[in-house]
């Protein structure tokens, strides 16, 4: 930064950060119409009269919305409210189709609660209220068009205190919240298509002041990394100012991602009177029994625990722990088979390095449960044939990969490559060996039982390492003794 | 043919379709007929449905004739449809140049529920633009006439449908009813108009003008006639949430249940209603003459009551309702359908397109909509409205606590000259103040013609209002017929008409 009154250093600011985060519900269909809420193709193909607000239709409120609004709630240790309602935010834009958005405002879905950061840090959380989206606006170079698709798509809004106080903080937040939410099923979480969305109100104060600077949004930013780089920027820019004798102006920015600089959208905020009334369309929103049921039904154990467990319980390392907990799918998969395999690691580096691959490849989708449930028989089998040292490692990722893209069962896969099919190759190894060795089997049988390790070498070399020396050894062992 | 259309009942003639004596195409000729003749001079219609009507009578005709339709009591019935319910594929306007060109991809639950019930549309009425009026002046179009003096108006905002059931134009027809728009004009045009309890008679695709108070109702020329066409519409809709699952009787049939026993109600006067300074003498007398005849005649209990709150029910009402209207009616801003004033401005384009294209009477309320709910002023107007409809409703409760049902003039005065309270909102407000008290409450109400009084040597019709119980339309109805009995006036339509 440049300027500035001699002897401040940056670091005698500190940052005030809150964040309004929009999160796209996962249901099946939008909140108040049956249209499918995936808004994706064709501008306008994914509409009905009553998403576009066409004179005379009426909203009905999705229960399934409603039960995923609550399950945020709950994963943000909110108070719920058992009775809340919508009310019309009325403003004039093309993508609003009824020129008033169905959102809540007096009393919200849920209130006061947090997300707990890395450090132990709790950020609160003030308010989470259900609302529809709006469409999309093109603007063409002569013209605007609107893509009503996306309008009437589930969405909760979550508001913070201004807790964050380093751009670091903003962006782990932002992170965690999103993998719970997916990991929970409340949201696909899906960030290209704006399934989570995030407005930025930052302000700078010199530190320990009690006194609040000028907030500034920023707006629009599409990537958490991209965010934590606006805060980063804006933070200099605000203490900047403030050096230099400036103000602070409170405003509406963007964030260039390739110049990393904030840049002025629109100053002077136009107080926006939104006429706020409750919905008469509408029913008070109540949270009974049912939804907090249907609620808590989806809130697995959390990736954190999760993690924590895999290390305790199944003793694999820390970082095949952090794989398997990165999603829900995965993890569940590890644990149903981890309870049943004698060595868990086996399992774990089997997953990561095998079958990730292949679901990766797209061979098998393990999100899938038919095909999860094959696949797991599959990892199942192989994982215990390995362990009984009657297939190597290497045929182990052969059989597996056979069985799945072939089409064949994977008892017979791992039946061609197991070591009795080469029987023969080693019984008749053996038997050379035996032959070409009298003296060393003379000594042998006379106690010199170290050398074994020899026999098994000879063996091994003679069959080109192919076959498990845990079989190799046993059955030396038996022609040794005949 | 017409003695049967005129004194029929619609289940009546309904039997005789489904019996073959009558064919359905018979029956839609001799109204399309009726309605080519008389409407010019009423304009009732926005668009008469010829081609569609003929069709439908064809489709209906081949449903009877294989045995379909037969526990239907509308079957093969022309009914009229105020303009503001939405019809597929046909024109509907609201009364308004902004939806001129609007064509409905869908049908509402109504209408849905007439077709599948082999009722017909046979056109689109007029009414006052986005039903706020009280006389059908308000129409972006032209005015609608009152059958029995054409220098009058039919009432409104549902003028068109009450004026083509008094003209036998159609024999039913649907109209909506915010603050009185259909008990109103039933009133002035001397037929039957119910508004069913709020919540018992699905509103999608009814075009919202005040979401909380808006209800679809029938108008015919007999109580029979509305208790079964509300058999046919009403009850649970999934696409309106306050719709609740009650479940629908077969109202006439229990209405014969009540006259067969002589079932005595208790009957409420509204003194404030009945006595109020603004009421003609003449409207007032002919309601106490059926009052007391409700007495002696039928040996009900008469008990005058008294609804304080009442007095704040048309301030109350022109907060709520117009609140509401600001934000139901924003969507029509030329981005969509309905009509666009171009510019290249965006907001340019909105404001021309609503200044050209809403009437004054919307912008009006628009205005004051607006205003009520502003950031400081919300809690003044808008939420201590609702909290006065809280007293009113407690009001009503209490009075149900002693009676079955209350009554009252439908309207304070005879159906007034067109032009005489054009230039004066206030006024025409006023002509729904007793009507907008039961709307608040929600309330069913009906309006039954008591009587007529000449006027410069014309017959014109005093109404009746009769308001029950929550989801109480039995009673409703059942003492509207016995009213009906009483006044003789049923089935009357003006002489140079038949």
Same mark, same amino acid.
């Given at each position: 930064?440049t300027g500035g009154?001699?002897g401040v250093?940056?670091?005698?600011?500190e940052?005030?950060?809150?964040?309004?985060i929009h999160?796209q519900?996962?249901t099946k269909?939008k909140?108040?119409?049956?249209c499918?809420?995936d808004?994706g193709?064709i501008?306008n193909?994914?509409?009905?009269?009553?998403?576009v607000?066409l004179?005379?239709?009426?909203?009905?409120l999705?229960?399934n919305?409603l039960?995923l609004?609550?399950r945020?709630?709950l994963?943000?240790n909110m108070?719920?409210n058992?009775?809340s309602?919508f009310e019309?935010?009325?403003?004039?834009?093309p993508?609003l189709?009824?020129?008033?958005q169905?959102s809540?405002?007096r009393?919200?879905?849920a209130?006061n609660?947090?997300?707990e950061?890395?450090s132990g840090k709790?950020?609160?959380i003030q308010r989470?209220?259900i609302?529809?989206?709006?469409g999309k606006?093109?603007?063409?170079?002569?013209?605007s068009?609107?893509d009503f698709?996306?309008?009437?798509v589930?969405?909760v809004?979550i508001?913070t205190y201004?807790d964050?106080?380093?751009p670091e903080?903003?962006?782990?937040?932002?992170t965690?919240l999103?993998?719970i939410?997916?990991?929970?099923d409340?949201?696909e979480?899906?960030?290209?298509?704006g399934?989570?969305?995030?407005?930025?109100?930052?302000?700078?104060k010199?530190k320990?002041?009690p006194t609040?600077?000028?907030?500034?949004?920023?707006?629009?930013?599409n990537s958490? *990394?991209f965010?934590? &780089?606006?805060?980063e920027y804006?933070?200099?820019r605000?203490?900047g +100012? @403030?050096?230099?004798?400036g /103000?602070?102006?409170?405003e509406?920015?963007?964030?260039d991602?390739i110049a990393?600089k904030t840049?002025?959208?629109?100053?002077?905020?136009?107080a926006?009177d939104? *006429?706020?009334?409750? &919905?008469?369309?509408?029913?008070?929103?109540?949270?009974?029994d049912? +939804? @907090?049921?249907?609620a808590r /039904?989806?809130?697995?154990e959390l990736?954190?625990?999760k993690?924590?467990k895999?290390i305790e319980?199944?003793?694999?390392s820390e970082?095949?722990a952090?794989v398997l907990s990165?999603?829900?799918?995965l993890?569940e998969f590890?644990?149903?088979?981890?309870d049943?395999v004698?060595?868990p690691?086996?399992l774990a580096?089997f997953?990561l390095?095998?079958?990730?691959?292949?679901h990766?490849e797209?061979?098998i989708?393990?999100k899938?449960s038919e095909d999860?449930e094959k696949?797991?028989?599959?990892v199942y089998e192989?994982i215990?044939?390995?362990?009984?040292g009657?297939?190597?490692?290497?045929s182990?990722k052969?059989a597996?990969?056979?069985?799945?893209?072939?089409n064949i069962?994977?008892?017979e896969s791992?039946?061609?490559?197991?070591?009795?099919s080469?029987?023969d190759?080693i019984?008749k190894?053996i038997?050379?060996?035996?032959?070409e060795n009298?003296?060393?089997v003379?000594?042998?049988?006379?106690?010199e039982?170290k050398?074994?390790?020899?026999?098994i070498g000879e063996?091994?070399k003679?069959i080109?390492?192919?076959g498990?020396p845990?079989?190799?050894?046993?059955?030396l062992?038996?022609k040794?003794?005949? | 043919?017409?003695?049967?259309?005129?004194?029929k009942r619609v289940?009546?003639?309904?039997?005789l379709?489904?019996k073959k004596?009558?064919?359905?195409k018979e029956v839609?000729?001799?109204?399309?007929d009726?309605i080519?003749?008389?409407?010019?001079?009423?304009?009732a219609f926005l668009?008469?449905?010829?081609?569609?009507a003929?069709?439908?009578?064809?489709?209906?005709?081949?449903k009877?004739?294989?045995?379909?339709?037969?526990?239907?009591?509308i079957?093969?019935?022309?009914i009229?449809?105020k303009d503001?319910?939405?019809?597929?594929k046909i024109?509907t306007t609201?009364?308004s140049?902004?939806l001129?060109?609007w064509?409905?991809?869908?049908?509402a639950t109504?209408i849905?529920?007439?077709?599948?019930a082999g009722?017909?549309?046979i056109?689109k009425t007029n009414?006052?633009e986005f039903?706020?009026?009280?006389?059908?002046?308000?129409?972006?179009?032209?005015p609608?006439?009152?059958?029995w003096?054409?220098?009058r108006?039919?009432g409104g905002s549902?003028?068109?449908?009450a004026?083509a059931?008094?003209s036998l134009?159609?024999?039913?027809?649907?109209?909506?009813?915010?603050?009185?728009s259909i008990?109103q004009?039933?009133?002035?045009?001397?037929?039957?108009g119910l508004?069913?309890?709020?919540?018992?008679?699905s509103?999608?695709?009814?075009?919202a003008f005040?979401?909380?108070?808006?209800?679809?109702g029938p108008f015919?020329l007999?109580v029979?006639d509305?208790a079964?066409?509300?058999y046919?519409?009403?009850?649970?809709?999934?696409?309106?949430?306050?719709?609740p699952?009650?479940p629908?009787?077969?109202?006439?049939k229990?209405?014969?249940?009540?006259?067969?026993?002589n079932?005595k109600?208790?009957v409420?006067v509204?003194k404030?209603?009945?006595?109020?300074?603004g009421?003609d003498?003449?409207?007032?007398?002919?309601?106490?003459?059926?009052a007391?005849r409700?007495?002696?005649e039928?040996g009900?209990?008469?008990?005058?009551v008294s609804?304080p709150?009442?007095k704040?029910?048309?301030?109350i009402y022109?907060i709520?309702?117009?609140?509401?209207?600001s934000?139901?009616l924003a969507r029509?801003?030329?981005?969509?359908?309905?009509?666009r004033e171009?510019?290249q401005?965006l907001s340019e384009m909105?404001?021309r397109t609503?200044t050209n294209?809403?009437?004054?009477?919307?912008?009006?309320r628009?205005?004051?909509?607006t205003?009520?709910?502003?950031?400081?002023?919300?809690?003044a107007?808008?939420l201590?409205?609702q909290k006065?409809i809280t007293?009113?409703?407690?009001d009503?409760d209490?009075?149900f606590?002693k009676v079955?049902v209350?009554?009252?003039?439908?309207?304070?005065e005879?159906?007034?000259?067109?032009?005489?309270?054009s230039q004066d909102?206030?006024?025409?407000?006023?002509?729904?103040?007793f009507t907008i008290?039961?709307?608040l409450?929600g309330l069913?109400a009906?309006?039954?013609p008591?009587?007529f009084v000449?006027e410069n040597?014309?017959p014109?019709p005093?109404?009746?209002?009769i308001?029950?119980?929550?989801?109480d339309e039995?009673?409703v109805?059942y003492?509207?017929?016995?009213v009906?009995?009483?006044?003789?006036c049923?089935g009357k339509?003006p002489?140079?008409l038949?």
């Amino acid at each position: 930064m440049t300027g500035g009154s001699v002897g401040v250093q940056d670091s005698d600011y500190e940052l005030v950060c809150g964040l309004e985060i929009h999160i796209q519900l996962k249901t099946k269909t939008k909140l108040f119409c049956s249209c499918p809420r995936d808004s994706g193709g064709i501008p306008n193909s994914n509409i009905c009269p009553i998403c576009v607000g066409l004179p005379g239709v009426l909203p009905v409120l999705n229960k399934n919305a409603l039960v995923l609004a609550v399950r945020a709630s709950l994963l943000l240790n909110m108070q719920i409210n058992k009775k809340s309602y919508f009310e019309r935010k009325n403003y004039f834009y093309p993508d609003l189709p009824k020129n008033y958005q169905i959102s809540q405002y007096r009393i919200p879905l849920a209130q006061n609660g947090y997300l707990e950061i890395n450090s132990g840090k709790k950020i609160r959380i003030q308010r989470l209220h259900i609302e529809e989206d709006a469409g999309k606006m093109i603007h063409l170079e002569n013209m605007s068009l609107v893509d009503f698709s996306r309008s009437g798509v589930p969405l909760v809004e979550i508001v913070t205190y201004p807790d964050i106080s380093s751009p670091e903080e903003a962006y782990e937040f932002l992170t965690k919240l999103h993998k719970i939410m997916v990991w929970c099923d409340v949201s696909e979480g899906n960030m290209e298509e704006g399934h989570l969305r995030c407005d930025v109100n930052v302000s700078v104060k010199p530190k320990n002041s009690p006194t609040l600077g000028t907030k500034v949004e920023i707006k629009n930013v599409n990537s958490f *990394r991209f965010i934590r &780089e606006a805060i980063e920027y804006e933070m200099k820019r605000q203490i900047g +100012i @403030i050096k230099d004798g400036g /103000k602070i102006v409170q405003e509406t920015r963007g964030y260039d991602p390739i110049a990393k600089k904030t840049f002025q959208m629109r100053t002077k905020e136009y107080a926006h009177d939104y *006429r706020y009334f409750p &919905e008469p369309d509408l029913l008070p929103i109540v949270v009974d029994d049912e +939804i @907090i049921e249907a609620a808590r /039904k989806g809130i697995y154990e959390l990736p954190e625990e999760k993690k924590k467990k895999m290390i305790e319980k199944y003793k694999i390392s820390e970082y095949s722990a952090d794989v398997l907990s990165s999603e829900r799918w995965l993890a569940e998969f590890f644990e149903e088979l981890a309870d049943k395999v004698e060595n868990p690691n086996l399992l774990a580096s089997f997953i990561l390095e095998e079958v990730m691959r292949c679901h990766n490849e797209g061979l098998i989708n393990i999100k899938n449960s038919e095909d999860r449930e094959k696949v797991k028989k599959y990892v199942y089998e192989v994982i215990k044939a390995q362990e009984k040292g009657v297939i190597t490692r290497n045929s182990a990722k052969e059989a597996f990969r056979e069985a799945i893209s072939q089409n064949i069962d994977i008892a017979e896969s791992i039946g061609k490559r197991k070591v009795e099919s080469e029987e023969d190759k080693i019984i008749k190894a053996i038997e050379d060996v035996i032959r070409e060795n009298p003296k060393e089997v003379e000594r042998f049988k006379k106690g010199e039982k170290k050398l074994l390790g020899f026999f098994i070498g000879e063996v091994m070399k003679k069959i080109d390492k192919k076959g498990a020396p845990k079989v190799v050894k046993e059955m030396l062992e038996k022609k040794l003794q005949e | 043919m017409l003695e049967i259309f005129l004194k029929k009942r619609v289940y009546e003639i309904s039997h005789l379709v489904k019996k073959k004596e009558l064919s359905v195409k018979e029956v839609v000729e001799f109204f399309l007929d009726r309605i080519k003749k008389i409407d010019s001079k009423l304009n009732a219609f926005l668009y008469v449905c010829e081609k569609e009507a003929i069709l439908q009578a064809e489709e209906i005709q081949k449903k009877i004739n294989s045995g379909e339709l037969q526990n239907s009591k509308i079957a093969g019935i022309p009914i009229a449809i105020k303009d503001n319910i939405a019809t597929y594929k046909i024109r509907t306007t609201c009364g308004s140049k902004i939806l001129e060109n609007w064509i409905p991809p869908y049908d509402a639950t109504v209408i849905k529920r007439i077709k599948e019930a082999g009722g017909i549309i046979i056109g689109k009425t007029n009414l006052d633009e986005f039903a706020m009026g009280s006389s059908t002046e308000n129409s972006a179009f032209f005015p609608t006439k009152n059958p029995w003096d054409l220098d009058r108006v039919p009432g409104g905002s549902s003028g068109g449908s009450a004026s083509a059931v008094a003209s036998l134009m159609v024999r039913l027809s649907l109209g909506s009813d915010t603050g009185g728009s259909i008990r109103q004009p039933a009133g002035f045009c001397g037929i039957v108009g119910l508004c069913p309890t709020y919540g018992r008679v699905s509103r999608f695709g009814l075009v919202a003008f005040a979401s909380s108070l808006d209800r679809i109702g029938p108008f015919a020329l007999y109580v029979d006639d509305v208790a079964d066409i509300l058999y046919h519409i009403a009850g649970y809709d999934e696409l309106d949430s306050t719709c609740p699952d009650v479940p629908v009787p077969d109202y006439s049939k229990e209405i014969s249940v009540l006259e067969e026993k002589n079932h005595k109600v208790k009957v409420g006067v509204i003194k404030d209603f009945v006595e109020a300074e603004g009421v003609d003498k003449r409207v007032k007398d002919v309601i106490v003459s059926v009052a007391n005849r409700l007495g002696r005649e039928f040996g009900f209990e008469l008990e005058y009551v008294s609804l304080p709150t009442s007095k704040y029910a048309v301030p109350i009402y022109y907060i709520i309702a117009p609140a509401e209207a600001s934000s139901n009616l924003a969507r029509y801003d030329g981005v969509k359908y309905g009509v666009r004033e171009d510019s290249q401005e965006l907001s340019e384009m909105y404001v021309r397109t609503r200044t050209n294209r809403f009437g004054d009477e919307v912008k009006r309320r628009i205005f004051i909509g607006t205003f009520v709910l502003s950031s400081g002023y919300y809690d003044a107007y808008y939420l201590k409205a609702q909290k006065a409809i809280t007293l009113l409703r407690r009001d009503f409760d209490e009075i149900f606590r002693k009676v079955d049902v209350v009554i009252c003039p439908t309207s304070p005065e005879l159906p007034f000259k067109l032009g005489e309270k054009s230039q004066d909102p206030l006024k025409m407000y006023l002509s729904d103040v007793f009507t907008i008290p039961s709307s608040l409450a929600g309330l069913p109400a009906i309006s039954v013609p008591a009587g007529f009084v000449e006027e410069n040597g014309k017959p014109l019709p005093v109404g009746l209002q009769i308001i029950g119980k929550q989801f109480d339309e039995v009673s409703v109805l059942y003492v509207a017929k016995c009213v009906e009995k009483i006044s003789g006036c049923a089935g009357k339509i003006p002489q140079d008409l038949i």
